[in-house]
């Protein structure tokens, strides 16, 4: 099965309006020639807006970093997946290890999230990956699974093909330390087993899965070669349009 790569960019809390807006604009330029690849900016909630519309008219699409499953209503400080369809973003990452250490969101809300993005239509990314600890301690497989069968427990089969998933092992982001094409194979390897266990292989073969954790410029092109790598889920390296660009054109020699 072809699978169309997938190169998105997790700005997090990083950069001011302006300076997204111009950094998007940059990555539009430098990008319009790769078209074998689907490329994803994420930036701040906040410059989304003025980023969707500086894009306009490019392939590029936009994703949120987070939302809330809720259709509307009493939540303050949350995004409502209409909401971040109305502004015109195609995907939303949920489940990022940040979100799950830091802010306490679980399997079961990632699932919820996961239900409601689809029903608005936007795609979303679901990030699942084990701490250092649980891989020494030989859990990797039995978490990644965990959080997986939650997120996608209610998606019907369509759905769970067109969502993303970003296997993230959690030791491997924002450290400079990744995980080596094979032991991110395997995990996708089995990754993909799981989604064949549950809805068959048509749909699993159709899933996209990313790989994150320090991904780079001199990293990309070899976890790429991987057979059930589909494409990157990138923090760091995305904040510079060199570097970014260079991994969406990966498969080139130079930009
Ligand atoms: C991330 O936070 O999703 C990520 C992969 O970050 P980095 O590339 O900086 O490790």
Not at 73 to 81: M, R
Not at 187 to 208: F, K, L
Request: glycine share 8%; net charge negative.
């Amino acid at each position: 099965m072809n699978r169309k790569p997938i190169i998105a960019g997790n700005w997090k809390m990083n950069l001011s309006i302006s300076d997204g807006v111009a950094l998007a604009s940059t990555i539009r330029d430098r990008c319009s020639r790769y078209r074998d690849v689907d490329v994803v900016l994420s930036p701040q909630a906040m410059m989304i807006w003025p980023i969707v519309k500086r894009l306009e008219g490019s392939p590029i699409q936009v994703a949120a970093q987070n939302c809330h499953w809720a259709e509307k209503g009493a939540f303050t400080g949350e995004l409502a997946p209409a909401q971040i369809k109305d502004a015109g973003c195609a995907y939303t990452i949920i489940g990022h290890s940040e979100r799950r250490q830091l802010f306490g969101e679980t399997d079961a809300a990632v699932g919820k999230k996961a239900r409601t993005l689809h029903d608005q239509g936007v795609i979303p990314i679901i990030c699942i990956g084990e701490t250092l600890e649980q891989r020494e301690a030989a859990q990797t497989i039995n978490v990644v699974s965990q959080q997986l069968v939650t997120a996608i427990s209610d998606l019907n089969d369509d759905e769970v093909a067109t969502s993303v998933i970003a296997y993230e092992p959690v030791w491997a982001i924002g450290t400079g330390r990744t995980a080596t094409p094979a032991q991110a194979q395997e995990v996708h390897r089995n990754i993909r087993e799981i989604i064949v266990r549950h809805h068959g292989d048509a749909i699993a073969q159709r899933v996209r899965i990313q790989y994150g954790g320090s991904v780079k410029p001199n990293n990309v092109r070899d976890l790429m070669s991987e057979h059930d790598i589909d494409g990157a889920l990138v923090g760091g390296a995305s904040l510079t349009a060199d570097s970014f660009v260079q991994i969406v054109a990966h498969r080139e020699d130079i930009d």
